[in-house]
């Protein structure tokens, strides 16, 4: 597949707003990404929390900023997936070395288990 074709697996993850389209829906994009990453199309690469701790992390307002990169797959491409509890939510593609120079740091300690 083309790289800029549009992809009906990763790409169709990101689900904007109802009410206010220019806001993305960060539980419903979740959601997608969790259940693609369960049927076998995508996989976490690296994150900074399990997918599904992805909102409550947000919500306990412990971290400035929550991370996913995921791998898509059906098409090879890289997907950005971030949470900032002072700002928007960030959904995008990028290239797979982007998650080697992403600064890292271990908030396991702020994960609510
Ligand atoms: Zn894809």
Not at 1 to 30: F, G, H, R
Not at 97 to 110: A, G, L, N, P
Request: charged letters at 25%.
């Amino acid at each position: 597949m083309e790289k800029s074709q549009p992809c009906d697996c990763c790409e169709s993850a990101l689900i904007y707003n109802n009410e206010y389209p220019e806001y993305i829906n960060i539980k419903a994009t979740n959601d997608e990404l969790i259940k693609r990453c369960n049927a076998g199309k995508m996989h976490v690469i690296r994150g900074d929390c399990p997918l599904e701790m992805m909102l409550s992390l947000l919500e306990a307002d412990t971290v400035y900023t929550i991370v996913q990169f995921l791998h898509c797959n059906v098409c090879g491409k890289t997907i950005f997936w971030g949470l900032c509890i002072r700002g928007d939510p960030i959904f995008k593609i990028v290239e797979r070395y982007e998650v080697e120079q992403w600064r890292w740091t271990d908030k396991s300690k702020y994960w609510i288990k």
